[in-house]
């Protein structure tokens, strides 16, 4: 071939390759963002636990002490709920009364918990459980 021939064949391959790299980039761009959200909602849910702990150690504390325990608080922005259901347990000599205490925990900006969009950017939520006797 002609040296006249082969001019344009070198901006071809150019365009070529910065539209691939272009994609490339792009491609890349999005993955970082989708990791960076994942890591957020790691942390986030790990904090809406420890929440949903404290508002649990606040509601077996009030059943032990008062024999209720529902109540609603604020931890480290999370709105945590807590609620308990309770009944009398009777053996051969005895009563007592036993206690299943929830707490749920929810990231701030909606309800708790948000049982109309759960699956709204950023909201998470962490429910434990635990039995108390009094």
């Given at each position: 071939?002609?040296?006249?021939?082969?001019?344009g064949?070198?901006?071809?391959?150019?365009?070529?390759?910065m539209?691939?790299?272009?994609?490339?980039?792009?491609?890349?761009a999005?993955?970082?963002?989708?990791?960076?959200i994942?890591?957020?909602?790691?942390?986030?849910?790990?904090?809406a636990r420890?929440?949903?702990?404290?508002?649990?150690d606040?509601?077996v504390?009030?059943?032990i002490?008062?024999?209720t325990?529902?109540?609603?608080l604020?931890?480290?922005?999370?709105?945590?709920?807590?609620?308990?259901?309770?009944?009398?347990?009777?053996?051969?000599?005895?009563?007592?009364?036993?206690?299943?205490?929830?707490?749920?925990?929810?990231?701030?900006?909606?309800?708790?918990?948000?049982?109309?969009?759960?699956?709204?950017?950023g909201?998470v939520?962490?429910?434990?459980?635990a039995?108390?006797?009094r």
């Amino acid at each position: 071939m002609s040296p006249k021939r082969q001019r344009g064949a070198s901006i071809i391959t150019a365009i070529f390759i910065m539209v691939v790299l272009a994609y490339l980039v792009g491609v890349m761009a999005r993955l970082v963002a989708a990791s960076n959200i994942g890591s957020a909602q790691d942390v986030m849910g790990a904090q809406a636990r420890q929440a949903a702990l404290a508002g649990l150690d606040v509601g077996v504390f009030n059943w032990i002490n008062a024999g209720t325990c529902t109540s609603a608080l604020t931890v480290a922005e999370y709105q945590v709920s807590v609620s308990c259901v309770s009944g009398n347990v009777t053996n051969d000599a005895s009563t007592v009364r036993i206690a299943k205490i929830t707490s749920i925990a929810c990231s701030p900006g909606g309800a708790c918990p948000d049982v109309t969009n759960p699956n709204r950017f950023g909201y998470v939520e962490r429910k434990v459980e635990a039995s108390a006797i009094r």
